[in-house]
Structure formats: structure tokens, C-alpha cells
């Protein structure tokens, strides 16, 4: 019997004695138990190499969440996932499967020991503001969580958190220090502004190879603001400068997020808005590539974000680029019908520094020149205990970006379909 195996059998027996103790208490403590399953086909056209080709994948998420509350500042929450691609280690077979994992289990006290101070710890999701540095993705197959403990002090006015989250834990050889990840963060929320302050530290306790530096040492201090103004304007605004060491290279780029939205439309809750998303990048290295040609990296990591909500629901560029990415978009949303919620999106995208580009002469020159997506979703409610979403994109490069596919364009689709129970 393999490990895998064994884990996941003791996973499966910890959820039968949970069961099982949680019954004896129910009498004095209140038990609630949460279903959901995802299901969600793809399709999705690219072009590689001037080959146009066509893919199609299913992912398939089942979650199940037990939330105990022992007494009525005591709480705690286990959730078990199962997380799988459809056909990928084989169906209507013997063979082993290994998706189930626990996707959250955590203790949290409301009043440790004060009536203003909160503790929770484990396994869990951080989520702060629109998501656009610290987020759960709630659109992946998996989400994200982390192993971390959260100790926030609870006023009227404003909240602040204080968390270390263990990213990644190894201890090399007694005596030595821990070469693991860690993330630390302080994050203050302004309950009545709506606004959030904060400051974290992305480190990496192994040493750069000949020197005394850490491989990472980056601190990142920003803001968040979201507000309505007038009778039907809002924003939604993020700012981030992040600064420090990375394998030696010292650190100082920045991210700056605005978007302006009008609602209107009476029952149709129309939502018209602009905005533009800029991470600042590093023009020493191609789009795609590595390595750091000076002693300076500008480029901007966008940590932990929810990447789907930003950037086009493609998924292109979710990823932290080196040459930095600006995001120019425009967006609606409203009720067709009393039933159905339609959206659509454009994105104009361009490097926030120029990157490198080989011709097929062999000859290079430099551009910031990226492409257009436009984005297309319906959503519904009508199903009972069910959403449906359904959405395609299309995205169309600049030539130069394209190469050496030239300007042909690429497509995605899906459908989801997400029953909760209860």
C-alpha cells in the first residue's frame, strides 16, 4: 500500500470519527453541513507554431463542509474536496484515485481571551479586498488556501488582522536555520471608508549560493478602496509598491488598479464600467523569459491574487510577467431577463515595459505590443438549488506578440453548472 493510499484512507476515517463526535454533541452545539459539486466543460482553440488546434477538458469539483459551533465563540470548519480533470487517471477502471484532500480545517475563537481579539488557525483561505493580491480563486479547480494562524483585533470602526501563513516548510540540517517560505501580513480594514491598508512580506529562508542573502525578502505595502459616490457612480481602487531582495537583485516595482462604474437601468441593475490594471515590469528580459540583466528587478508580483477576475476570463496572463502587463478594459453587465444576468468585457493589452521579439529573419526588435480579448458571460439562477454560467472569449494578438502564428486568433469556451446543497 502506497502513501497516497494511506493518507487518503486515514482522511476518510478522520471524517467518520468527525462524524461521530460531532453527533454526541449535537445535543448542546449546532452541526450544519454544506454540499457543493462543480461541473465545468471547456473548449478551448489555440495557435501554436501557426497549427491551429482544438482542446477539450472537463473538470469536475465536490466539496463537503462541516462547520461546528461548540459554544458561541468557538467554532470550527472542515472541508473535505475532491478535485479531478474527467478521464485523467482512467474511468471505468481499477486504478488507484487519489484527488480527495481537505481543502480547509481551522479553529477560530471569537473572543481570546479579550471580547476585541479573534484567533483562527489551520488551514484556510485569506481573502482581502477585490481579491486583487491575497484571493481564494474561487474559479480554479482547486482554490487556494493557506496553512496559517490569523490573530485580529475587532473594533466599530476598523479591523486589523495579523497573520503568518507557512507556505512551504523544510529544515535542512540540525543547527541551521528554516529554508522554507513563509507569509507574513498586516492588514488593517476601515469598516464605514471601506478602505484597507496593509503590508506583507514574501521571504525565503534558503541562502542565495556564495552569499549571506535569502532567496526572497520582498515586501509589499499598499491600499485598497471601494465606495459608491453620487447617486450611481462607484470605484474600486488598488495601489502597491513592493520593494526588498530577490536572489540578490533588490526589488522596487509597483501595481496601480482604478476602475470607474456607472448602475443604472432600474430592474435590469445595469453596471457600465472602465478601468485600467497596471503592474509594472522589467524591459532587461524578453515577455516570456528569465534573468535580470542589471542589479535592479522592476517587475511587479501579483502574489497570491484571484487572477480570473482580472485580466480577461481567458486566463492569459494571470501569471506574474517580467515585462509587466497594462490592462485597459471596458465593461457591461445587466438583466436581460428577470432570470438571466448577461455580461461582456474588453480587454486592450500591452507589456508596461517593451520586450523582445525575434522575426523569422532572425532579426530583433522591441515592442509593448500585446493584444485585444473580448469577453462574453450568461449567468442564471433559475435552476433549482443551481447556477448555470456560460461564457466564451476571443482573444486576437498584435502580430509582433503572435510570431511566429503570425495574427491568428484564439478561442475558449465553457459551461458551469454548480449545485449547492443545502
Not at 96 to 105: I, P, Q, S
Not at 133 to 155: I, K, P, Y
Not at 245 to 271: C, P, Q
Amino acid at each position: 500500500m502506497n502513501h497516497r493510499s494511506i493518507r487518503l484512507g486515514s482522511l476518510f476515517v478522520g471524517l467518520i470519527c468527525l462524524l461521530g463526535v460531532t453527533g454526541l454533541a449535537l445535543a448542546d452545539s449546532d452541526l450544519d453541513v454544506g454540499v457543493q459539486v462543480r461541473w465545468r466543460p471547456e473548449t478551448e482553440r489555440t495557435v501554436v507554431s501557426s497549427q491551429a488546434m482544438t482542446e477539450a477538458v472537463q473538470h469536475l469539483r465536490t466539496r463537503v463542509t462541516l462547520d461546528f459551533a461548540p459554544g458561541a465563540t468557538t467554532h470550527a470548519r472542515v472541508m473535505l474536496q475532491d478535485s479531478r480533470t474527467l478521464g485523467v487517471m482512467g474511468s471505468g477502471s481499477l486504478a488507484n484515485d487519489t484527488n480527495a484532500g481537505v481543502h480547509e480545517a481551522y479553529l477560530k475563537i471569537d473572543e481570546f481571551f479579550h471580547p476585541n481579539l479573534m484567533l483562527q488557525a489551520g488551514r484556510f483561505e485569506l481573502v482581502y479586498g477585490n481579491q486583487r493580491l491575497l484571493g481564494a480563486v474561487g474559479w480554479s479547480n482547486v482554490g487556494r488556501t493557506f496553512d496559517a494562524a490569523r490573530v485580529s483585533v475587532v473594533q466599530p470602526a476598523w479591523q486589523l488582522d495579523v497573520f503568518r501563513g507557512k507556505l512551504f516548510d523544510r529544515v535542512s540540517t540540525p543547527g541551521r536555520p528554516n529554508d522554507g517560505a513563509d507569509l507574513y501580513g498586516a492588514h488593517m480594514h476601515l469598516k464605514e471608508a471601506n478602505a484597507d491598508v496593509f503590508g506583507l512580506l514574501d521571504y525565503v529562508g534558503a541562502k542565495v549560493p556564495n552569499t549571506d542573502d535569502r532567496r526572497l525578502n520582498r515586501f509589499t505595502v499598499g491600499t485598497y478602496s471601494a465606495r459608491d459616490f453620487g447617486s450611481n457612480l462607484d470605484y474600486i481602487t488598488n495601489a502597491a509598491f513592493q520593494f526588498g531582495t530577490h536572489d540578490s537583485t533588490d526589488i522596487s516595482a509597483y501595481m496601480v488598479a482604478v476602475e470607474l462604474g456607472l448602475t443604472g437601468g432600474g430592474e435590469k441593475k445595469m453596471r457600465a464600467a472602465v478601468g485600467i490594471d497596471l503592474a509594472s515590469g522589467d524591459s532587461d528580459s524578453t515577455f516570456t523569459g528569465a534573468g535580470v540583466a542589471d542589479d535592479d528587478d522592476s517587475s511587479f508580483s501579483n502574489l497570491y491574487y484571484t487572477g480570473h477576475k482580472f485580466r480577461g476570463i481567458m486566463d492569459q496572463f494571470v501569471s506574474s510577467n517580467r515585462a509587466g502587463l497594462m490592462d485597459i478594459y471596458g465593461k457591461v453587465g445587466f438583466m436581460a431577463t428577470p432570470a438571466w444576468w448577461l455580461g461582456a468585457d474588453v480587454h486592450f493589452f500591452r507589456t508596461a515595459a517593451e520586450y523582445t521579439v525575434t522575426s523569422s529573419t532572425g532579426t530583433t526588435s522591441e515592442t509593448s505590443a500585446v493584444g485585444i480579448e473580448i469577453d462574453v458571460r450568461a449567468k442564471t439562477k433559475q435552476l433549482e438549488n443551481a447556477t448555470l454560467e456560460i461564457g466564451g472569449s476571443v482573444f486576437m494578438p498584435d502580430a509582433d506578440f503572435a510570431a511566429p502564428a503570425e495574427d491568428d486568433m484564439e478561442m475558449w469556451g465553457y459551461m458551469a453548472v454548480t449545485v449547492n446543497l443545502p
